[in-house]
């Protein structure tokens, strides 16, 4: 099979870079394949953390992907179209997670090639921080799209609110596995500076209001003397809210943050050095950042939001917060660490990971893309 490739690549970073990649890598054992990137992702103006790109402290895959779609430049849909019509692939897959760039992708969908089939990667289908054109943008996207990959529930559902009649198959997001292997607790937590007599929390990821650390910041003044809580992500907006609570906090102390960006290889730290992430999230679709945690297998405590529950077995390799507020929250964490469940969840996972493959993932999606007519 020849496919074409569009996605967030080198020299870009992040969630849907590191997902594409691996997805990428998986995809070139099994067909021939040509990946196209942003020559431009967003205006500066317009991106909330502190780069877009990858720097020399981040270990990148450094993918050799065609440059040529500007999100705001109009002239640069008909150049990226032009450029997937030359390569002629039998399939273009395209990714999808933001609905700023519907009008850019959904105008290069109808440039095709009629031969050509349209596979979408769905990572959200209305994101979490709604705008007013989100609905408007997604329907002009999905609407010449042949077929749809979905990694949730949640999406699906979203998915077919607004395409009813949509050929879809759901494979369950694939374990990252790119990040090293996992350390000795008691050096990782040295080697962060924190606390080794302490039960430890990892709030991981970029830091938007949908997250809800503020719930957690609640949640763990509830708790007692014996946790330490560490925060790990870039801020994406505003952190004043968070800043007050922190200043608030009787348990300041305990409380470590890491606000710069996470390098690749400054991940295995972080959860080497955690007894559980949290993840107290408001809303949810997906979150690659189950992923993440389930390659170091370590277990997660997460609210009843969106898609998360169905990455997580509760009980089995990890907890669901039914109610989404800081009491359960903390009552959760307790549960956890009162019931030791850590090792218990840590080798379910193990199990599960074997199934749940990059490989897996790329042989389904063509399988997907061989069956669509």
């Known amino acids: 099979m020849k496919i074409s490739i569009f996605s967030t690549f ?4 992040g969630g849907i870079a590191q997902f594409s990649s691996l997805l990428f890598r998986s995809l070139e054992k099994k067909s021939t394949i040509q990946p196209i990137t942003f020559k431009r992702q ?48 039998d399939v273009y897959i395209s990714n999808y997670w933001m609905t700023f760039f ?25 994101p979490h921080e709604k705008k007013f054109f989100d609905k408007a943008f997604t329907n002009y996207f999905l609407k010449k799209t042949d077929g749809f990959i979905v990694m949730s529930d949640s999406v699906l559902k979203d998915l077919l609110k607004l395409k009813p009649e ?7 997001h694939p ?17 962060l500076g924190l606390d080794s007599t302490k039960k430890t929390l990892l709030f991981f990821g970029f830091i938007r209001e949908y997250k809800g650390l503020d719930l957690l910041l609640k949640a763990f003044e509830l708790l007692g003397n014996d946790y330490q ?10 952190f004043s809210k968070y ?40 809303s949810a679709t997906q979150s690659g950042i189950t992923a993440i945690s389930n390659h170091f297998c370590l277990p997660i405590i997460a609210t009843d939001v969106g898609g998360l529950k169905e990455t997580i077995i509760n009980k089995e390799t990890g907890l669901i917060v039914e109610k989404v507020n800081e009491k359960e929250i903390s009552k959760v964490i307790k549960t956890y660490f009162d019931k030791d469940y850590k090792n218990q969840f840590s080798q379910k996972i193990a199990l599960q990971n074997k199934v749940n493959s990059w490989d897996n993932f790329a042989e389904k999606l063509i399988h997907f893309a061989d069956s669509i007519q």
Do not use: W
């Open 243 to 282: 800043e007050e609570l922190i200043n608030a906090s009787k348990k300041q102390k305990d409380i470590h943050l890491f606000t710069d960006y996470i390098s690749d290889n400054e991940v295995p730290l972080f959860f080497s050095a955690s007894d559980v992430c949290i993840l107290p999230y408001k």
């Open 102 to 126: 519907g009008p850019a992708l959904g105008i290069i969908s109808r440039l095709l090639n009629k031969n050509i089939k349209q596979i979408a990667v769905l990572h959200n289908v209305i």
């Open 166 to 172: 949509a050929k879809y198959t759901r494979i369950d």
């Open 42 to 89: 967003y205006p500066n103006f317009l991106f909330p953390g502190k780069t877009q790109f990858v720097t020399k402290e981040d270990k990148a895959d450094k993918i050799e992907a065609i440059r040529t779609l500007d999100s705001i430049n109009p002239i640069s849909y008909f150049r990226t179209a032009k450029e997937i019509n030359k390569q002629n692939p």
């Open 10 to 13: 080198y020299p870009y970073r």
């Open 175 to 191: 374990v990252y596995n790119h990040f090293g292997e996992k350390i000795d607790q008691e050096k990782a937590l040295n080697k």
């Open 229 to 238: 809580l560490l925060i790990a992500g870039e801020i994406y907006g505003d």
